[in-house]
T-cell receptor, first 115, second 112 residues
Framework: NAGVMQNPRHLVRRRGQEARLRCSPM?????VYWYRQLPEEGLKFMVY????????ESGMPKERFSAEFPKEGPSILRIQQVVRGDSAAYFC?????????????FGQGTRLTVV | GENVEQHPSTLSVQEGDSAVIKCTYS??????FPWYKQELGKRPQLIID?????GEKKDQRIAVTLNKTAKHFSLHITETQPEDSAVYFC???????????FGTGTQLKVEL
């Protein structure tokens, strides 16, 4: 079991460009969560997805950010027209079921730097 | 509410001493409380968890206690070692199970 896989590990974008972050959940996991971590801060929930469905996007900024988890392939977090304030580590986690009683495991994260 | 509060924000102990980190939560429906350890530049790693049907769980030098009535839970690390130095996050499932809400983290430093 390869664990939660995220790529790229590091991503540099110029202001105004688009950033695409990918997350493949653990085998057998169909629930994906995206978190953002600013330098020396905590983990802030962004969005929760199941295959082909966004379940909870209460933590997503209203503009420029979107997420998807297609039937085939990884989950994608997309940031359009990036700004310097988007620089952060973006972590993906997965769990095997929707429950308030289940473990969640994190990927290595993508460190986005906007220059 | 879906808040998880964590204290202290920083904790410095001498090697061999014990460390205690405390968290409170507000969502009464929460019933699973994991603790994650994050080393600098790395992913959060699950180190121990507790479910609401037990009051205490121990794994070698790490233990977690839960008081569901008071809505607080704590992490206890005994015989601390330098490799225990990291940021520790508590968490609780909130929002009907839609999200793990994290505490603000505790920077633990174990000094020689």
């Amino acid at each position: 079991n390869a664990g939660v896989m995220q790529n790229p590990r590091h991503l540099v974008r110029r202001r105004g460009q688009e950033a695409r972050l990918r997350c493949s959940p653990m085998k057998g996991h169909s629930h994906v969560y995206w978190y953002r971590q600013l330098p020396e801060e905590g983990l802030k929930f962004m969005v929760y997805l199941q295959k082909e469905n966004i379940i909870d996007e209460s933590g997503m900024p209203k503009e420029r950010f979107s997420a998807e988890f297609p039937k085939e392939g990884p989950s994608i977090l997309r940031i359009q027209q990036v700004v310097r304030g988007d620089s952060a580590a973006y972590f993906c986690a997965s769990s095997p079921k929707s429950s308030m009683n289940t473990e969640a495991f994190f990927g290595q994260g993508t460190r986005l730097t906007v220059v | 509410g879906e808040n998880v509060e964590q204290h202290p924000s920083t904790l410095s102990v001498q090697e061999g001493d014990s460390a205690v980190i405390k968290c409170t939560y507000s969502d009464s429906a929460s019933n699973y409380f994991p603790w994650y350890k994050q080393e600098l530049g790395k992913r959060p790693q699950l180190i121990i968890d507790i479910r609401s049907n037990v009051g205490e769980k121990k794994d070698q030098r790490i233990a977690v206690t839960l008081n569901k009535t008071a809505k607080h839970f704590s992490l206890h690390i005994t015989e601390t070692q330098p490799e225990d130095s990291a940021v520790y996050f508590c968490a609780a499932w909130t929002g009907g199970g839609n999200k793990l809400t994290f505490g603000t983290g505790t920077q633990l430093k174990v000094e020689l």
